[in-house]
Every structure is written in C-alpha cells, then in structure tokens.
C-alpha cells in the first residue's frame, strides 16, 4: 500500500484509487479493465502533488534545507567510509580545490544555529564529491521520507514532490559504488589511461558497507541483494 502520511489529501485519493486499481489486477482482473484506471488516477496524483502543498502543523515532519541535506549526506558517507574530516580535504585537494579540514567542519555543520549555517558547496564541488564517493549527485540533494524541503518562500515542499522535480522519477535507484564507471571516470581520468591512484573513499565505503559497517544512505527493499 502507498504511504500517504503527511499528503495532502487530494492526493491520497487519487493514490487510493491507484491502489483500488493495483488491487483488482493482482486478483486477476483483464489488464485492459483496468489500464484506463491506473493511468487516470497516477496522473491525477502526480497533477494534485505538484500543488507544492505545505503539509499539517499537526503532523510529524523535518523541514530541510539543500544546505542541511548536504551536510547530513557527506557527514555520513565520511563516516561509513572511515575517514576524517583532514583526509577529504586532502583528496578534494588532489582533485583541484583549496580545501581545509576546516572546510569540511563548515560544510557539515548541522545548522541548528540559525547564525552559522553550513558552508554552501558549489555544483562543482558537489559534481567533485559525487565521483569521490561513487554515489550519484542526486543523493546529495533528494530529501528522504518525511523531509520535507523548505523553500525561499518559507514554503514546505513533500519529498515525494521535490524527488520527482530532481530527479525525474518518484522512486529513482542507481548503481553506484567504488567502480561505477561514471563516477571512476570523473575521479580518476580515463578508464584506460588510469591517470590517478585510486584513492579515494568510495573504495574504503564499499569495503566498509560489505563488511557490515554502515546502513547506507538510502534505504533498501527488505530482500534486495
């Protein structure tokens, strides 16, 4: 069943009927029955969700900035990786920038006071730490469930909402790691001409993750190899 929590209600009715729909074709209801419903009802979700609905004071919910998301991200990919705050700058060094362990501080501070806000990270930079950590640049920026993202207008946008406006998709799954190559090739130069050592921490996250370490920063279906 589709988690509706926190949305705004025109748009758990029409998930609801998406459900209904869903329901009758596992039961084995003729998909031709039931077509014209899936697609009515997915596109009236998605029209409703893109009202940008600010949700409940009454329910539970974080609001979040890019600044803070970014922050909570590369702290915790740091820390299953195993390094320190030192050895990030050193390799954001090698890779043409002016960073300091301080650097690192800034951008990972977590916010709560309203006067120092975390260090903003560039796109380049950004782009930069995506290939050091083998991990798309859409992680970096996509809220998780119950962030809602905090807009310069004070608005509090569903994440479900702001996902689908960054990455294109409502449930986006990418493979990443130490050796996916998009990433390989923007750290390290060409995959033949092997231009740099690998030294970077997407190796040590990967060893680290396989031997248990860590949860990952994006949840896993229950079974999902």
Known sequence: MARKTGLPKEVRRHLEVL????????EGAPTYEVSDDVLRAAENAHAAA???????????????????????????????AGWTQTRLAEAM???????KRITVAEIERRGDDPDKPPRRV??????????????????FLTPGDG???KLADGRSIDPGVATQLITGNVAPYFETGADW????T???GSPNARLRKDRRPARDLEERRSAGYGRGLRKREEGDK
């Open 19 to 26: 459900e209904d729909a869903l329901r009758r074709t596992l």
């Open 50 to 80: 893109q009202t940008g609905a600010t949700p409940r004071d009454d329910l539970k919910h974080n609001v979040v900035t890019f600044g803070s998301l970014i922050a909570d991200r590369l702290r915790r990919l740091r820390d299953e």
């Open 93 to 99: 060094t090698e890779q043409g920038f002016d960073w």
């Open 122 to 139: 560039t796109l380049e930079e950004l782009f930069t730490l995506s290939a050091l950590y083998g991990e798309p640049m859409m992680l």
């Open 147 to 149: 962030d809602y993202l």
């Open 181 to 184: 190559e998009p990433a390989r």
């Open 186 to 188: 923007v750290a390290l």
